[in-house]
């Protein structure tokens, strides 16, 4: 197979000429249809190109679950290679010019050249990730009865530093978040004091927040359950709002879609998170049963369109303290992971550019009205629209590509990477 590299603007050029009449003429004809509604088919994808979201460093190579890990073939093998295929999936979306690191998993000992290597890729540093839900190799004391919340000061005092080393490496890469997750609960009633638990939180992200430099955010990411399987200490977005409200106003809440009860109305926490101007941002993912970490929009592409009108509603009435980071956070067990990213940030513009074309107007004076099935239905139209030429559209005005999957694998890229990219692949269990 040849090799043609898929960042190479020539090369997209070429591998979107045989789509481009096509295009064209659906671009046209959905122009058309939305005109009747009112609604100019540019403002869309013009809104749609500048939507970026941020790609996970833990999500290029093949992930896994406790029963096992299938890596594929030509794996990163580490930050500088996974920062490369990044970029392949930047260049053919147009739509994710960040990386959000995790550490330990990403550490290097030359952030500065980590941070030339992504801007020579084109890249930026959304927020960083700390890790205190394993143990690394030589670490003195273990997080296995947990980390900031642990019983003995000495081993929260090790979360936090770490949590501040964090914020130093993301300090020189240009990141301007720390994500806090942790794992920290208990198996068994009675394991621990639910209260003081969250106490220990408040006490030991204080010292963190304290850390942060002028400019920065720190987002707090909620979770109902695992590792933990009887109570999580920030279980909830209401556990994370309080502790939010309780640091100051640089703490934010963080959404992670699969980190809720199957059901759970998560749109309306975002409109809650959105009143209370603690909304940080997103890890965009699906699920059908727990923390599945599937590809967005695959499972629940209405829920996922639900999320964005609640994000386009507030865009619209100018809520204050509105900057949500979006990210995905997703574990690529059987897919290529860069075809399943590109089509996940493309999954999650969709959903943008279908709560863009809701006639709002219309929307609001059935509401008024208690005409309830015209605006279910007013709503609903957004998302039966097929806004795929918007999107396509977007990506050429990006110079990225029409079918980005296609030019992808007719590049032979993955193959390359394979040559490239020797050496076994750890068959072990564990999401990275
Ligand atoms: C926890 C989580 C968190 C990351 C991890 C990789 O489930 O969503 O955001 O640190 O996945
Ligand atoms: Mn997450």
Same mark, same amino acid.
């Given at each position: 197979?040849?090799?043609?590299?898929? !960042?190479?603007?020539?090369?997209?050029?070429?591998?979107?000429?045989?789509h481009?009449?096509? +295009?064209?003429?659906?671009?046209?004809?959905?122009?058309?249809?939305?005109? /009747?509604r009112?609604?100019?088919?540019?403002?869309?994808?013009r809104? *749609?190109?500048?939507?970026?979201?941020?790609?996970?460093?833990?999500?290029?190579?093949?992930?896994?679950?406790?029963?096992?890990?299938?890596?594929?073939?030509?794996? %990163?093998r580490?930050?500088?290679?996974?920062? @490369?295929?990044?970029?392949?999936?930047?260049? =053919? $979306?147009? #739509?994710?010019?960040? *990386?959000?690191?995790?550490?330990?998993?990403?550490?290097?000992?030359?952030?500065?050249g980590?941070?030339?290597?992504?801007?020579?890729?084109?890249?930026?540093?959304?927020?960083?990730? &700390?890790?205190?839900?394993?143990?690394?190799?030589?670490?003195?004391?273990?997080?296995?009865?947990?980390?900031?919340?642990?019983?003995?000061?000495?081993?929260?005092?090790?979360?936090? #530093?770490?949590?501040?080393?964090?914020i130093?490496?993301?300090?020189?890469?240009?990141?301007?978040?720390?994500?806090?997750?942790?794992?920290?609960?208990?198996?068994?009633?009675?394991?621990?004091? =639910?209260?003081?638990?969250?106490?220990?939180?408040?006490?030991?992200?204080?010292?963190?927040?304290?850390?942060?430099?002028?400019?920065?955010?720190?987002?707090?990411?909620?979770?109902?359950?695992?590792?933990a399987?009887?109570?999580?200490?920030?279980?909830?977005?209401?556990? &994370?709002?309080?502790?939010?409200q309780?640091?100051?106003?640089?703490?934010?809440?963080?959404?992670?879609?699969?980190?809720?009860?199957?059901?759970?109305?998560?749109?309306?926490i975002?409109? /809650?998170?959105?009143?209370?101007?603690? =909304?940080?941002?997103?890890?965009?993912?699906?699920?059908?049963?727990?923390?599945?970490?599937l590809?967005?929009?695959?499972?629940? %592409?209405? /829920? +996922?369109? =639900? *999320?964005?009108?609640? +994000?386009?509603?507030?865009?619209?009435?100018?809520?204050?303290?509105?900057?949500?980071?979006?990210?995905?956070?997703?574990?690529?067990?059987?897919?290529?992971?860069?075809?399943?990213?590109?089509?996940?940030?493309?999954?999650?513009?969709?959903?943008? #550019?279908?709560?863009?074309?809701?006639?709002?107007?219309?929307?609001?004076?059935?509401?008024?009205?208690?005409?309830?099935?015209?605006a279910?239905? $007013?709503?609903?139209?957004?998302?039966?629209t097929?806004?795929?030429?918007?999107?396509?559209?977007?990506?050429?005005? /990006?110079?990225?590509?029409?079918? %980005?999957?296609?030019?992808?694998?007719?590049?032979?890229?993955?193959?390359?990477?394979?040559?490239? !990219?020797?050496?076994? @692949?750890?068959?072990?269990?564990?999401?990275?």
């Amino acid at each position: 197979m040849t090799y043609a590299d898929p !960042r190479d603007a020539n090369y997209i050029a070429s591998a979107n000429q045989p789509h481009a009449s096509a +295009l064209a003429s659906d671009y046209t004809a959905l122009g058309m249809q939305l005109e /009747r509604r009112g609604i100019k088919i540019d403002d869309i994808t013009r809104a *749609v190109a500048n939507f970026k979201v941020a790609i996970p460093s833990w999500g290029v190579g093949t992930g896994g679950t406790r029963f096992g890990r299938f890596p594929g073939v030509g794996e %990163p093998r580490n930050v500088f290679e996974k920062l @490369q295929d990044c970029s392949v999936i930047h260049k =053919l $979306t147009g #739509a994710t010019p960040t *990386v959000s690191l995790h550490l330990p998993w990403d550490r290097t000992d030359d952030y500065n050249g980590l941070r030339e290597h992504g801007a020579a890729l084109g890249l930026g540093f959304d927020a960083m990730n &700390s890790n205190t839900f394993q143990d690394q190799p030589g670490q003195p004391l273990s997080y296995k009865y947990g980390s900031l919340t642990h019983t003995d000061a000495a081993v929260r005092a090790q979360a936090v #530093a770490h949590n501040i080393d964090c914020i130093k490496a993301g300090a020189l890469l240009g990141s301007r978040a720390l994500t806090v997750w942790i794992g920290d609960g208990a198996n068994f009633p009675g394991q621990t004091h =639910l209260g003081r638990a969250f106490e220990r939180y408040l006490e030991s992200t204080a010292t963190i927040y304290k850390a942060l430099p002028g400019d920065w955010r720190m987002f707090i990411e909620h979770k109902m359950y695992e590792p933990a399987f009887y109570a999580t200490v920030i279980q909830d977005w209401g556990s &994370s709002l309080m502790a939010a409200q309780t640091l100051g106003p640089k703490a934010f809440c963080l959404v992670d879609l699969g980190h809720h009860a199957p059901n759970v109305n998560i749109e309306m926490i975002v409109a /809650r998170l959105v009143h209370a101007q603690r =909304l940080g941002g997103f890890h965009f993912n699906d699920s059908k049963y727990g923390d599945d970490d599937l590809d967005a929009g695959s499972i629940e %592409p209405f /829920r +996922l369109f =639900l *999320v964005f009108n609640e +994000l386009v509603e507030a865009e619209l009435a100018k809520a204050p303290n509105f900057q949500p980071a979006h990210m995905l956070d997703q574990s690529h067990n059987v897919t290529d992971p860069v075809e399943s990213l590109m089509t996940s940030a493309i999954e999650l513009q969709r959903a943008y #550019a279908q709560a863009l074309i809701v006639e709002r107007k219309a929307l609001h004076g059935y509401r008024i009205g208690n005409d309830v099935l015209m605006a279910a239905q $007013t709503l609903k139209r957004g998302f039966t629209t097929d806004v795929s030429p918007i999107l396509a559209q977007a990506r050429v005005t /990006r110079g990225a590509a029409i079918d %980005p999957v296609g030019a992808y694998r007719s590049s032979g890229y993955r193959a390359k990477c394979a040559e490239m !990219r020797p050496g076994k @692949q750890s068959l072990g269990g564990g999401i990275v």
